[in-house]
């Protein structure tokens, strides 16, 4: 057959299965691939001693004591994972969250043991009230007529004591979580002033007020007791470009590493995000909702775990995310193990 110069060839010339037949030939070709240290593992601690207590709505997941937590982190630290998140569970919650910016706090006290107990592992800590407030919202509540509302500029004090609360007591980076305008230029001259300008900081750029967060509510203690998140948080609705400004904002401000969050049903965003910002290292949280789910119908044989899991998290990153947190971490290192 002659094909005139210049010509589109199709079958049977071109036959794109030769790339795909045996095993090696596919990992040859293969453009994406998870790695151990492009993973975080977001981890729940709380006060008292002897606890591991499982999540209900996220199977194989728990709340843990500092006693049981070194023992998590001892096994976790040979793993090659990219880093845990840190969320706490305060003994007390009150108005403005004041464990979260006491040295004596529970996130505190977990980052001074990891970085003792596991000195090669990357500390992160999530920055937000939510958990810490006994109103569950993400700052200082302000009356406004018939609706509460949170507070922007008075929380933003509150934020930036708990980064440098975090960072003084050894965490390697601080990810702001709470969605108030202005939060990272409000931790950054916090952690500036307090001599910690070395310390990174990851802000959870756009971030939606998405169903999916259902069961981490329960794994961290933080659902709102009146009203939602909807006012802070972005709505799924809102135009893609909303989340661009979001975090061209956030990168004015001083924010090292951006994140959208959640991951499944934001593909577009985190491909958005990666094609505007090419520079800027970018995460995607794979968030509890989206674990719970796949958890109950692998628990009901409607879906095979492993494979279900490997597919979603390599979607995750062919969208653009160079760092995923996934309450699958542990598992997928061993998992990817020849």
Known sequence: ?????GAAVGFPITRLRRLRYLPAMRGLVRAVHLQPQSLVYPLFVRHGRGIKQEIASMPGQFQWSLDRLEEELAGLAGLGLGGVMLFGIPATKDATGSEAYDEEGIVAQAVRLARRVAPELLVITDVCCCEYTDHGHCGILAERGDRCD????????????QAVCHARAGAHMVAPSGMMDG?????RRGLDAAGLSD???MSYAAKYASAFYGPFREAAE??????????YQMDPAAPAGQALREVELDLAE???LVMVKPALAYLDIIRLVAERFPGVPLAAYNVSGEYSMVKGAAARGWLDERSVVLEMLTGIVRAGAQIVLTYWAKQVVHWLQP
């Open 1 to 5: 057959m002659t094909v005139p110069s």
């Open 150 to 161: 949170v507070d922007n500029d008075a929380t933003l004090e509150l934020l930036a004591r």
């Open 183 to 187: 939060m990272v230029a409000a931790i």
């Open 199 to 201: 310390v990174p900081i």
């Open 222 to 231: 933080s659902a709102p007791q009146r009203g939602d998140r909807r006012g």
């Open 254 to 256: 001083g924010a090292d």
